[in-house]
């Protein structure tokens, strides 16, 4: 029998059968929100969980993807550093070693009342289960800093 259907927003014909069956778009999840946060940002570095202890991470059970995505939007304009660092866990869910790898460091573009976004790892996977996200103003006015992090896995 021929039918006809969309695939990718053209209209085709195919003839299915049960051995040719109708093509169907893999609709399983592959992304999941992982936080969504309002952080102050400060002249004190602090985590997007408004966390100062440096061992604590932002995210953890973070193993299964593959990159983050970080969006974000700014109500001031103040130059805000970023520092985004990961580490591996044991079965323990302790980390394998002392401290964090920095996978980026740098700064927010400019501009108040601004939407950005920033890939974790910047080139390349991840597969990290712990990321910590830190931020600090180096001037200007405290403000807010509303974020939401997805896990893309895959």
Same mark, same amino acid.
């Given at each position: 029998?021929?039918?006809?259907?969309?695939?990718?927003?053209?209209?085709?014909?195919?003839?299915?059968?049960?051995?040719?069956?109708?093509?169907?778009?893999d609709?399983?999840?592959?992304?999941?929100t992982?936080?969504?946060?309002?952080?102050?940002?400060?002249?004190?570095?602090?985590?997007?969980?408004?966390?100062?202890n440096?061992?604590?991470?932002?995210?953890?059970?973070?193993? !299964? $993807? @593959?990159k983050?995505?970080?969006?974000?939007?700014?109500?001031?304009?103040?130059? /805000?550093?970023?520092? *985004?660092?990961? %580490?591996t866990?044991?079965?323990s869910?302790?980390p394998?070693?002392?401290?964090?790898?920095?996978?980026?460091?740098?700064?927010?573009?400019?501009?108040?009342?601004?939407w950005?976004?920033?890939?974790?790892?910047?080139?390349?996977?991840?597969?990290?289960? !712990? $990321? @910590?996200?830190?931020?600090?103003r180096?001037?200007?006015?405290?403000?807010?800093? /509303?974020?939401?992090? *997805?896990?893309? %896995?895959?």
């Amino acid at each position: 029998m021929t039918i006809e259907f969309s695939r990718d927003d053209q209209r085709t014909k195919e003839t299915v059968s049960p051995s040719t069956p109708l093509p169907v778009r893999d609709t399983r999840r592959l992304v999941d929100t992982l936080l969504v946060a309002i952080t102050t940002v400060t002249a004190t570095n602090r985590d997007l969980m408004e966390n100062t202890n440096t061992e604590t991470p932002t995210l953890d059970n973070c193993g !299964q $993807y @593959r990159k983050l995505i970080w969006f974000y939007f700014r109500t001031g304009n103040a130059a /805000t550093t970023y520092r *985004i660092l990961a %580490r591996t866990t044991d079965l323990s869910a302790q980390p394998l070693g002392a401290g964090w790898q920095e996978l980026a460091t740098g700064t927010l573009p400019p501009g108040a009342n601004s939407w950005g976004r920033i890939e974790i790892p910047t080139t390349g996977d991840g597969y990290y289960d !712990q $990321y @910590r996200i830190e931020v600090y103003r180096t001037d200007g006015s405290n403000y807010t800093l /509303t974020s939401k992090l *997805i896990g893309v %896995r895959g």
